[in-house]
């Protein structure tokens, strides 16, 4: 059996409330990123080279950054599903940061729009 992808939920909390959801939304959680390094090391034995980042809301764990550089120093390739809601805050970190890894790694941002009225949060 081969793998392509391994996907990881950083977080259960959200900046929306949309109906149609099925995160838990109880105690908030996010993943430590010392478990995370752990699960990496454990993944290269199954020769995955991407990992997908999902949520909640992915961009609002504390330590995002910090986690794109331990995938990206880990030689992974990302990409992350977004409500898009704090993308403005984000977007110069991901590609105009001294931190070049996180743009050359970076093969996509998944925005998730799932109705045709604009929703605030």
Do not use: W
């Amino acid at each position: 059996m081969s793998f392509e992808l391994l996907s990881i939920e950083l977080t259960n909390k959200c900046n929306l409330n949309c109906i149609h959801c099925f995160r838990e939304k109880g105690n908030l959680d996010y993943l430590n990123p010392t478990l995370l390094k752990r699960i990496l090391l454990e993944a290269k034995a199954y020769n995955l080279k991407h990992v997908a980042l999902t949520g909640g809301e992915c961009t609002l764990h504390p330590q995002f950054f910090n986690i794109l550089d331990i995938i990206t120093e880990m030689d992974y390739t990302y990409h992350f599903v977004t409500n898009g809601q704090n993308f403005n805050d984000i977007y110069p970190q991901l590609l105009f940061e001294d931190k070049p890894l996180r743009k050359e790694k970076l093969m996509g941002v998944s925005l998730s729009i799932d109705g045709a009225e604009e929703i605030t949060p």
